[in-house]
Each structure stands twice: as structure tokens, then as C-alpha cells.
T-cell receptor, first 112, second 115 residues
Framework: GENVEQHPSTLSVQEGDSAVIKCTYSDSASNYFPWYKQELGKRPQLIIDIRSNVGEKKDQRIAVTLNKTAKHFSLHITETQPEDSAVYFCAARGSSGDKLTFGTGTRLAVRP | DGGITQSPKYLFRKEGQNVTLSCEQNLNHDAMYWYRQDPGQGLRLIYYSQIVNDFQKGDIAEGYSVSREKKESFPLTVTSAQKNPTAFYLC??????????????FGSGTRLTVV
């Protein structure tokens, strides 16, 4: 089955700086890669996603890049703000159905 | 509540007791999922169902059971065989296979504690 690894597990940045979170996946047939943000005690919320036929996608301060050859994808947050502080999860959908395999999460702290 | 409702929000289980977590969605999604979240371990798949009256085991199904008698409902039972059930449980749904494939919609979660 699919295996997703996520790094780093914790990340602390100064407000206004950029943050990058990286994930690798194992199933070369994976075709969909979403990113979720989870604030303390709340449900994960989809913030951006990318499909395997696209190399990069941007939404305001957030971008995701995908390298299919290397089987890795990354989340980039620019001009970070304190409200960006949360746990971020990457995920990948493998070749069997619609289920997602999640990374172990990155706890991002943005220092004012 | 985002179209998918979990109840209760908090649940306490005594040793040897079975408990059932509710998950209901009104999004007309075919697929539903149960994940368990522990600190530092991300989300691990317990069971999933892609269609009514059918479900498959995920990565950590031991000690859990599910049913899918209706499209809208996917309850999870934590049995006494699950030795370490204290965790945050998340239910999710997605539009497979009728709609363009996309991400999940999550419920707000149930925090289960063994007392």
C-alpha cells in the first residue's frame, strides 16, 4: 500500500518568513495530493490540493509543488502570519480507490 | 456542521465495554472513512466504505467494527478487544465514484477516553 513520509515534524518561523513542508510517497500510481490544516481540537480542513498532471498550484500565500519523478511534493507558505500556526498534514491517494494515506503531520509555529 | 456530523463529541468508556461512535453525512457522498488520530502519529485508517453494504479494513482495524446500512451513516464500534482505544476519532466522506475525485470532508471528531 501507499506510504507517506512528512518532514519536518515541527517547524518554527518568524512572522513574515516562509515555511516549507515536504512529503514523499511510495506508490508511483498516486494521482492526488491534498494538504490539510488542523487547528487545536478541530477537524482537518483542506487548504490546497494538486493532481498528478500538474506540477505546481498556487492560492494566495500558499503553493504546492509536485515532482512525480522523485515522488515528492511540498507545501510552501509565504509571508507567514500567527494564524498560520497549526498542524499541517499531507496526503496521497494511491492506485486503489479513493482512500487517502496521511503523513504524520508538521506542527508549525509562527512567532510574532 | 459542514455536512458531516459526528456524535458524541466526548465519550468515556469503561474497561470491557463496547461503545459506538456516530457519523452521519448529508453530502450524498458514496465513500466514508474512519481515522484514528494519536499525538505524533497523524491519521491512521481504521475502516472505509465505498458503497452501501460494503466496507474494507484499513491499517488498524483490529478491535473495531463498522456497518454501512445507509448511504448517510457509517457508525464505528470500538469493542472491548481494542486495548488502547483512547484517541481522537475522525470520520470523513468523499464523492467517489460519482463525482470528480477530490479531498475529504471531515467531521468534527469524537474524543474517546477509557476510564
Amino acid at each position: 500500500g501507499e506510504n507517506v513520509e512528512q518532514h519536518p515534524s515541527t517547524l518554527s518561523v518568524q512572522e513574515g518568513d516562509s515555511a516549507v513542508i515536504k512529503c514523499t510517497y511510495s506508490d508511483s500510481a498516486s494521482n492526488y495530493f491534498p494538504w490539510y490544516k488542523q487547528e487545536l481540537g478541530k477537524r482537518p480542513q483542506l487548504i490546497i490540493d494538486i493532481r498528478s498532471n500538474v506540477g505546481e498550484k498556487k492560492d494566495q500565500r500558499i503553493a504546492v509543488t509536485l515532482n512525480k519523478t522523485a515522488k515528492h511534493f511540498s507545501l510552501h507558505i509565504t509571508e507567514t502570519q500567527p494564524e498560520d500556526s497549526a498542524v499541517y498534514f499531507c496526503a496521497a491517494r494511491g492506485s486503489s480507490g479513493d482512500k487517502l494515506t496521511f503523513g504524520t503531520g508538521t506542527r508549525l509555529a509562527v512567532r510574532p | 456542521d459542514g455536512g458531516i456530523t459526528q456524535s458524541p463529541k466526548y465519550l468515556f468508556r469503561k474497561e470491557g465495554q463496547n461503545v459506538t461512535l456516530s457519523c452521519e453525512q448529508n453530502l450524498n457522498h458514496d465513500a466514508m472513512y474512519w481515522y484514528r488520530q494519536d499525538p505524533g502519529q497523524g491519521l491512521r485508517l481504521i475502516y472505509y466504505s465505498q458503497i452501501v453494504n460494503d466496507f474494507q479494513k484499513g491499517d488498524i482495524a483490529e478491535g473495531y467494527s463498522v456497518s454501512r446500512e445507509k448511504k448517510e451513516s457509517f457508525p464505528l464500534t470500538v469493542t472491548s478487544a481494542q486495548k488502547n482505544p483512547t484517541a481522537f476519532y475522525l470520520c470523513a466522506s468523499s464523492g467517489f465514484p460519482d463525482r470528480p475525485l477530490g479531498g475529504y470532508t471531515f467531521g468534527s471528531g469524537t474524543r474517546l477516553t477509557v476510564v
